[in-house]
């Protein structure tokens, strides 16, 4: 299978390239740090793609580069909401919200044409608890606001491509704490505690993994478990509006 991984230069993402490369399948990997994605590309024979995904116009140059069918996209790229101030893209769109969200949207959307049958897209995901989320979409968030509001919209994308996309299997996965580079700026006692209890990437890698290699109900996974989502009132009118806003800005990028 050819398998398409964001985020592959670390953490979650890393692991997944690593394992699917192992289990036979050609897997191009795309993020930002050259140094890491050669080095992988030379341990994994997987071919490595250097982009800042928090630029649309970056996310749609590496979208132009595929041409061969693909069997599933992987989309692992992001971090963490751990600025005080918020940190804004040259583009004019908070920097979370570019990565967690809007490169996620538009890498798969422009991908949708060369998606076989059956294929799988699988997006990392929070923990499904938005109920406080801001759902103003434009607005700069910072700290944890930003991450929540990200994970919120992806999800509410994942829910509505599934619904566009039958054919598709779309999920989410939140895989629960691990110990990567993701707190590697935080205070000590946090990295203690990622320390001490936080799973292998090796271990969420294996959840992305069983949803690509077999047919699953539902879209939204914590681990290996279905997740019902805690969204805010009026969800399905937040996704069309969502959706909407996504792509004009797709449209005035591409
Ligand atoms: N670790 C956890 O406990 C946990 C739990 C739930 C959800 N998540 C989510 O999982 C995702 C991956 O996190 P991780 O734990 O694997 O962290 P990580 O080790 O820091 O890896 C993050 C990956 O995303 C890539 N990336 C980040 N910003 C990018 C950008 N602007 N353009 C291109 N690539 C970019 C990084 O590329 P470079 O290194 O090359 O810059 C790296 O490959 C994040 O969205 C995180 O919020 C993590």
Same mark, same amino acid.
């Given at each position: 299978?050819?398998?398409?991984?964001?985020?592959?230069?670390?953490?979650?993402?890393?692991?997944?390239?690593?394992?699917?490369?192992?289990?036979?399948?050609?897997v191009s990997f795309i993020g930002r740090n050259s140094e890491r994605g050669q080095a992988l590309a030379a341990?994994?024979?997987?071919?490595?793609?250097?982009? #800042?995904?928090?630029?649309?116009?970056?996310?749609?140059?590496?979208?132009?580069?595929?041409?061969?069918?693909? #069997?599933?996209?992987?989309?692992c790229a992001g971090g963490i909401g751990s600025k005080p101030t918020p940190l804004v893209t040259s583009e004019?769109?908070?920097?979370?919200?570019?990565?967690?969200?809007?490169?996620?949207?538009?890498?798969?959307?422009?991908?949708?044409?060369?998606?076989?049958?059956?294929?799988?897209?699988?997006?990392?995901?929070? &923990?499904?608890?938005?109920?406080?989320?801001?759902t103003a979409w434009q607005r700069i968030e910072k700290g944890f606001r930003a991450a929540l509001k990200a994970?919120?919209?992806? #999800?509410?994308?994942? @829910?509505?491509?599934?619904?566009?996309?039958?054919?598709? @299997?779309?999920?989410?996965?939140?895989?629960?704490? *691990?110990?990567?580079?993701?707190?590697? %700026?935080?205070?000590?006692?946090?990295?203690? *505690?990622? &320390?001490?209890?936080?799973?292998?990437?090796?271990?969420?890698?294996?959840?992305?993994?069983?949803?690509?290699?077999?047919?699953?109900?539902? *879209?939204?996974?914590?681990?290996?478990?279905?997740?019902?989502?805690?969204?805010?009132?009026?969800?399905? #009118?937040?996704? @069309?509006?969502?959706? &909407?806003?996504? %792509? &004009?800005?797709?449209?005035?990028?591409?």
């Amino acid at each position: 299978m050819h398998i398409v991984v964001t985020g592959g230069t670390s953490g979650i993402g890393a692991a997944v390239v690593r394992e699917l490369s192992q289990n036979g399948h050609h897997v191009s990997f795309i993020g930002r740090n050259s140094e890491r994605g050669q080095a992988l590309a030379a341990e994994t024979g997987g071919h490595f793609i250097q982009a #800042d995904l928090s630029s649309l116009r970056a996310t749609h140059q590496v979208a132009s580069q595929f041409q061969e069918p693909i #069997d599933s996209l992987i989309l692992c790229a992001g971090g963490i909401g751990s600025k005080p101030t918020p940190l804004v893209t040259s583009e004019g769109f908070e920097t979370l919200f570019a990565t967690n969200y809007l490169s996620k949207f538009s890498l798969s959307q422009q991908l949708l044409p060369l998606l076989s049958a059956n294929a799988s897209l699988v997006m990392v995901s929070g &923990n499904g608890r938005y109920k406080n989320a801001s759902t103003a979409w434009q607005r700069i968030e910072k700290g944890f606001r930003a991450a929540l509001k990200a994970g919120l919209a992806l #999800d509410l994308y994942a @829910r509505q491509l599934a619904k566009n996309q039958p054919t598709l @299997r779309i999920h989410t996965c939140y895989p629960g704490m *691990v110990r990567t580079n993701l707190f590697k %700026h935080m205070a000590l006692p946090v990295r203690v *505690v990622v &320390n001490l209890f936080g799973q292998s990437p090796a271990q969420a890698s294996s959840y992305f993994t069983q949803l690509v290699n077999q047919p699953h109900e539902g *879209v939204h996974w914590h681990k290996t478990t279905p997740m019902r989502l805690q969204l805010p009132p009026a969800a399905d #009118d937040l996704a @069309r509006e969502l959706w &909407n806003y996504s %792509h &004009n800005i797709l449209a005035k990028y591409s």
